[in-house]
Structures are given as structure tokens and as C-alpha cells.
């Protein structure tokens, strides 16, 4: 008799086995939710506003700095997305909303395959750098792989620009 009762698992050590496996379930799904479709890690909304930055001068965000890609031969797809995350509308938005600055008139939405909603800024697809860890940081002013990356400026006075709305302005920066 004893023998048949030993070789039973003891009910507290299910009951640790099934916690154990419900924190896993549930770190999993967790891990999955907050990846996104593209793998970006960073959430934000949809609301985009001008941050003003002493080297860039005024430059669109969505919680940090927005890039567009002038690309090269090379398309930004799912490896480029690891470092340019692109600016996608949350689930159930359909339209990005325009604050203190922003003409809500030049933002807009394109469906990316694999992305989905991916936001436009005059016609641009826009992304994020992944080296941007805080509002106002601009380190994705660069060329790589993909092409010519650059803030989106939202003024005319960039420090080294002098271009028209819509042109490269200085750095590589598209002025809108």
C-alpha cells in the first residue's frame, strides 16, 4: 500500500507544476503582445506633436523623433524593422491625430504588408530609430543599408537648412 501512495505526486506538487506552467503560458503570451507585428518594443499612441531640439531645431514625434527613409536599391523589410521600427497605428485606430503644431492635413496611413497601418507624414512613411530612448533625441540623422534616413523638420528655420517645404533640407532632413 505504501508503495501505490509514494509513487502518487503529492497534490501540493501538481498544484506548484500548474502554477509553474500557467507563469510560462503567461510570460509567453506576454512577450507576444507587447512585440507588435514588427518586433518593435516601444509603445506609443498616435499622437504626434513638434519637439523642438537644440542641434535639429523643431522635428515631428510620436513619444520620440520620426524618420522617413530616402532608400537606396534595398528595401526596409522585416530586418530593418529591428532598427527602424516603423510608426504603426494601434489596433482599432484608424487615423493618427495631429497635436500642438502638426498639420493634420499631411498625416496619413499606408497598409504595409506584415506591418499594417503604417503612418505617412506629406506622403512619407514614417519610422522610428531604435537608438532613441527619450523625447527629443535625434541619432537616426544617418545613411545605412536602407538608404538616407532623416527627422522629419517641421519648420523652415532649421539650423542648416534654408530649404523649401518639401526639399532635403541640410543634414538630409526632410523640411515639411
Known amino acids: 500500500m505504501?508503495?501505490?501512495?509514494?509513487?502518487?505526486?503529492?497534490?501540493?506538487?501538481?498544484?506548484?507544476?500548474?502554477?509553474?506552467?500557467?507563469?510560462?503560458?503567461?510570460?509567453?503570451?506576454?512577450?507576444?503582445v507587447s512585440?507588435?507585428?514588427?518586433?518593435?518594443?516601444?509603445?506609443?499612441?498616435?499622437?504626434?506633436?513638434?519637439?523642438?531640439?537644440?542641434?535639429?531645431?523643431?522635428?515631428?514625434?510620436d513619444g520620440d523623433t520620426v524618420y522617413t527613409l530616402e532608400p537606396n536599391s534595398r528595401p526596409?523589410?522585416?530586418?530593418?524593422?529591428?532598427?527602424?521600427?516603423?510608426?504603426?497605428?494601434?489596433?482599432?485606430?484608424?487615423?493618427?491625430?495631429?497635436?500642438?503644431?502638426?498639420?493634420?492635413?499631411?498625416?496619413g496611413t499606408k497598409s504595409v504588408h506584415g506591418v499594417g497601418l503604417q503612418v505617412t507624414y506629406g506622403g512619407h512613411l514614417l519610422y522610428w530609430y531604435y537608438r532613441d530612448t527619450a523625447p527629443g533625441q535625434v541619432k537616426g540623422d544617418l545613411t545605412d543599408t536602407w538608404g538616407k534616413w532623416s527627422p522629419v523638420y517641421l519648420s523652415k528655420s532649421h539650423p542648416s537648412s534654408g530649404s523649401t517645404s518639401g526639399s532635403t533640407a541640410g543634414t538630409g532632413g526632410v523640411s515639411f
Open 2 to 32: 505504501e508503495k501505490a501512495e509514494a509513487s502518487k505526486p503529492p497534490s501540493l506538487a501538481r498544484g506548484g507544476y500548474v502554477a509553474i506552467v500557467a507563469a510560462a503560458v503567461g510570460a509567453l503570451c506576454a512577450s507576444v
Open 35 to 61: 512585440l507588435g507585428p514588427v518586433g518593435a518594443s516601444t509603445v506609443h499612441g498616435s499622437k504626434f506633436t513638434v519637439v523642438k531640439t537644440a542641434k535639429f531645431g523643431k522635428v515631428l514625434a
Open 76 to 107: 526596409c523589410k522585416a530586418k530593418c524593422w529591428k532598427y527602424w521600427p516603423p510608426v504603426v497605428l494601434p489596433a482599432g485606430v484608424k487615423h493618427p491625430h495631429a497635436g500642438h503644431g502638426v498639420k493634420a492635413s499631411k498625416l
